[in-house]
């Protein structure tokens, strides 16, 4: 079992429309949690980092549940430059290494 | 102008080459990491370095080496290059951390190399 799984996509969905993804970690020491997003072919960039109570960035909602050990990602009004590939990424101990999700492809359709 | 760059972007080499992939960045950050990434697969780290005298092997470190010329640069070698080594590479720094908390990774656009 990988230690951080998302479903590879890829989400076809209408411009204006909601999508969620989820991502799971098999972890339960994990300590911090990130959502990265990566455009085609290029590197990733830090979306958001997700907290315990749950954060909101604008269009941008990330969730974690520590109990089922999963994270999810839900973005609303979603826009043509949604369109990536959104990473999930877990810090797992306290020598900082990161543990990077294969990424869920999101296409957003006019 | 980026704040991480890679050289080369692209490379097709030959089995049994040597290669250097090189790394900069003007951000001032101690820490420099290398990863690779592969269709369907998360990026996975190959080395890491905290300043210029602290190198640490990552996940996949087999088959690579790496030399941090000075706080901005981080060249990763592959002695000897194999076809299962073509991949996207990735350069990437961050600021340093406490122990218990983290500091968003700035990433390179990447290396993307060809072992024939």
């Known amino acids: 079992r990988k230690e951080v799984e998302q479903d590879p996509g890829p989400f076809n969905v209408p411009e204006g429309a909601t999508v969620a993804f989820n991502c799971t970690y098999s972890?339960?020491?994990?300590?911090?949690f990130f959502w990265y997003r990566q455009d085609c072919r290029k590197e990733p960039k830090l979306l958001m980092s997700?907290?315990?109570?749950?954060n909101e960035d604008g269009r941008f909602t990330a969730q974690l549940n520590r109990a089922s050990q999963y994270i999810s990602l839900l973005i609303r009004d979603s826009k043509l430059s949604d369109s990536a590939t959104y990473l999930c990424?877990?810090?797992?101990?306290?020598?900082?290494?990161?543990?990077w999700g294969a990424g869920t492809k999101l296409i957003i359709k006019p | 102008d980026a704040d991480v760059t890679q050289t080369p972007r692209n490379r097709i080499t030959k089995t049994g080459k040597r290669i250097m992939l090189e790394c900069s960045q003007t951000?001032?950050?101690?820490?420099m990491y290398w990863y690779r990434q592969d269709p369907g697969l998360g990026l996975r780290l190959i080395y890491y370095?905290?300043?210029?005298?602290?190198?640490n092997k990552g996940e996949i470190s087999d088959g690579y080496s790496v030399s941090r010329q000075a706080q901005a640069k981080f060249s990763l070698s592959l002695e000897s290059a194999i076809p299962n080594q073509t991949a996207l590479y990735f350069c990437?720094?961050?600021?340093?951390?406490?122990?218990?908390?983290?500091?968003?990774?700035?990433f390179g656009p990447g290396t993307r190399l060809t072992v024939l």
């Open positions: 990437a720094t961050s600021d340093l951390v406490s122990t218990n908390s983290y500091n968003e990774q700035f």
């Open positions: 997700v907290y315990s109570s749950g």
């Open positions: 951000k001032g950050h101690d820490r």
């Open positions: 990424v877990v810090k797992t101990d306290s020598n900082y290494q990161l543990i």
């Open positions: 370095s905290f300043d210029v005298k602290d190198i």
């Open positions: 972890n339960s020491a994990s300590q911090s």
